[in-house]
């Protein structure tokens, strides 16, 4: 008998939590890191963009369907740019992806990331969609709301070179994380 209520205790401990907010929110968080997890093996196993569009899909759907849900948890930010430079990156859709991260600027912007996605949005006009106009649009915003932000520099010279023959790659300190 002892052995039962052992056994039972626990579940319905878990059973308690997993109806609670909280426990809602960590699965729902569990769920968004194993979808993530999934597609970082495939890509690291070799598959082409083209093989990853439905995992892709699916992951973009649960970082926003979290952020939506959980906009205060502290991974929502990071979940937001994610889908944005999936969208962008991997799904081909810079569009989408420009979207994604100005959406992480206007809603996060005392967050660290808020920097990182504008300026990204601004690179992602000139070089992927080629509308140097829009880019420096964003770059002057950028400069306008963050004049003192380490990237500052870097901003002025897209701002300056876009539109430009000039290198299409990402500066290492602004690169986001895998």
Avoid: W
């Avoid at 056994?7 to 308690?16: E, G, K, Q, R, S």
């Avoid at 991974?75 to 420009?98: C, K, R, T, V, Y």
């Avoid at 996605?117 to 601004?122: E, I, K, V, W, Y």
């Avoid at 080629?130 to 500052?152: G, I, M, N, Q, W």
């Amino acid at each position: 008998m002892s052995r039962i209520f052992l056994i039972i205790i626990p579940l319905a401990t878990l059973m308690v939590f997993c109806t609670t907010e909280e426990g809602r929110q960590a699965s729902a968080y569990e769920e968004v890191k194993t979808k993530e997890h999934h597609l970082q093996m495939q890509i690291a196993d070799g598959k082409s963009p083209y093989e990853l569009t439905d995992d892709a899909q699916k992951l973009i759907s649960s970082y926003i369907s979290f952020y939506e849900e959980y906009p205060e948890h502290h991974e929502s930010p990071e979940f937001l740019f994610q889908a944005g430079m999936i969208n962008a990156e991997l799904l081909g859709d810079s569009n989408e992806g420009i979207r994604l991260l100005k959406k992480v600027q206007r809603d996060y912007k005392e967050h660290d990331i808020a920097q990182r996605s504008l300026f990204l949005a601004g690179f992602m006009y000139d070089y992927e969609l080629e509308k140097s106009d829009k880019a420096r649009e964003v770059y002057t915003r950028f400069l306008e709301l963050y004049p003192h932000s380490e990237l500052a520099d870097a901003v002025r010279q897209a701002r300056d070179f876009a539109g430009s023959d000039g290198s299409a790659e990402i500066p290492i300190e602004i690169e986001p994380n895998p």
